[in-house]
């Protein structure tokens, strides 16, 4: 199957400061990338939708000036959570889109703990 | 009423058997419909992708799509400790209205050996 990475796959970092996560789909492309959250024991939360050479579509309640999403390329798209705060702290995962088959394959995750 | 509904278990069942996971939902525009697998502490792993209604079968996992009636299925045969996980369904009409995954809570399947 497809491969997704993401790196770092753990963070930690104090609290005001930011943090950078990248999402990259190694075998194939991918116009349209998803950026989710998860806390323990829940389902996914999508947080925001990226397109590659555009601005990305955040979802309703989602700070867009807090969790910036940058999608330079058909295979790389980055999330940086800005001036991070404990309550930042979670389960990132993101999610690539195959332009042809519609097939979506995610990363392996990012945890970020912020103290 | 949610747009995906999935029986979010758990589910326990001995090693060998049959395991039977489903998920009805509401908007008639979905088309595309996805099963993920997703360990504790893990990305979800994409197990079977069908578009609009049939069934696919892939080793120990089969996919079904009933659009008439809204209701997917996954089956896996011969279960493994190994398939212990939350089972995600997954939907969308990609291209239209909703244009993104609609997941369903997961299902949280253990395999006893």
């Known amino acids: 199957g497809a491969v997704v990475s993401q790196h770092p796959s753990w963070v930690i970092c104090k609290s005001g400061t930011s943090v950078k996560i990248e999402c990259r789909s190694l075998?194939?492309?991918?116009?349209?990338m998803f950026w989710y959250r998860q806390f323990p024991k829940q389902s996914l939360m999508l947080m925001a939708t990226?397109?590659?050479?555009?601005?990305?579509?955040?979802e309703q309640g989602v700070e867009k000036d807090k969790f910036l999403i940058n999608h330079a390329s058909l295979t790389l798209s980055t999330l940086t959570v800005t001036s991070a705060h404990p309550e930042d702290s979670s389960f990132y995962i993101c999610?690539?889109?195959?332009?042809?088959?519609?097939?979506?394959?995610f990363g392996p995750g990012t945890r970020l703990t912020v103290t | 009423q949610k747009e995906v509904e999935q029986d979010p278990g758990p589910l326990s069942v001995p090693e060998g058997a049959i395991v039977s996971l489903n998920c009805t939902y509401s908007?008639?525009?979905?088309?595309?419909f996805m099963w993920y697998r997703q360990y504790s502490r893990k990305g979800p792993e994409l197990l079977m992708y069908?578009?609009?209604?049939g069934n696919k079968e892939d080793g120990r996992f089969t996919a079904q799509v009933d659009k008439s009636s809204k209701y997917i299925s996954l089956f896996i045969r011969d279960s493994q400790p190994s398939d212990s996980a939350t089972y995600l369904c997954?939907?969308?009409?990609?291209?239209?209205?909703?244009?993104?995954?609609?997941f369903g809570t997961g299902t949280l399947l253990a395999v006893q050996p």
């Open positions: 075998d194939f492309q991918a116009t349209t």
């Open positions: 997954a939907m969308s009409d990609y291209g239209g209205a909703t244009n993104k995954l609609i």
């Open positions: 908007n008639s525009a979905f088309q595309y």
């Open positions: 999610s690539a889109r195959n332009l042809e088959t519609y097939e979506q394959y």
């Open positions: 069908t578009y609009s209604s």
């Open positions: 990226s397109n590659e050479g555009s601005k990305a579509t955040y």
